[in-house]
């Protein structure tokens, strides 16, 4: 690695992605880069948890990524762009109430909230926007059902100021990784607008050509 992430020697990084097109999407970005394993876990927080505690226990990694296409919330992040998260919330993770919607953080049974890797999260915005691409940070939520309506894009967004993206896998890799003490980074490459369901709509392709530039730019931080 050319740039340290105080990691032991002989360690690695993970990058996990839901379904095997992304995984291919990320393999061509790495270009046969050194010192990146890289794994598709399934759709879903609870599959993304588990295909990431079973790849930790084969190697010593220093970073663990979630990286994938996702939905972008309109005014962050439009459709072929990227987002890096500096959170990563399980933002359906709670109650319904007659006062709406409560959080497992104030029902009192954790959280829902976990912090990426600042350090990271910077310097890979950073070398993003230095190599041309379009990128915001914020945070990018999991969720178990997908938005399909603009009521329910509203509600998202108002629940967590600043959301950028949704996803489906993120909590799941980022709570493996916290579970061994690992800093975890969430990279999402936009196919499609968060709210009313448009298939017609989506740019898929664009988002895993968009995905592919940005593990390129991750490669060369972290080689």
């Known amino acids: 690695m050319k740039e340290s992430t105080h990691a032991p020697k002989g360690a690695r990084i993970l990058i996990v992605t839901a379904v095997d097109a992304e995984k291919e999407a990320v393999l061509r970005g790495l ?9 598709a876990a399934g759709v879903g927080m609870a599959a993304a948890a588990v295909g990431t505690a079973k790849a930790l226990v084969r190697a010593d990694y220093c970073l663990v990524v979630s990286a994938g296409i996702a939905g972008g919330f309109a005014g962050r992040a439009p459709v072929g762009s990227l987002v890096v ?26 959280s829902a909230r976990i912090e990426a890797d600042p350090a990271v999260a910077a310097r ?48 799941g890799v980022a709570y493996a990784a916290a579970d061994r003490g690992l800093p975890v980074a969430e990279l999402r490459a936009i196919s499609n607008a968060v709210g009313p369901r448009d298939r017609s709509a989506w740019r898929i392709k664009d988002a895993l050509d968009a995905l592919e530039a940005a593990v390129n730019v991750l490669a060369e931080v972290y080689r």
């Open 31 to 39: 270009r046969g880069a050194g010192g990146v394993d890289v794994v």
């Open 85 to 110: 998260a500096d959170a990563i919330v399980a933002a359906d993770l709670g109650a319904e109430t007659p006062e709406g919607f409560s959080s497992v953080d104030e029902l009192g049974f954790g």
């Open 124 to 171: 890979l915005a950073e070398r993003l926007r230095g190599a041309g691409l379009p990128v915001c940070v914020g945070p990018v939520l999991t969720v178990s059902t997908v938005t399909g309506t603009a009521e329910t894009a509203a509600e998202m967004a108002a629940r967590v100021p600043g959301a950028a993206a949704e996803a489906m896998e993120g909590f």
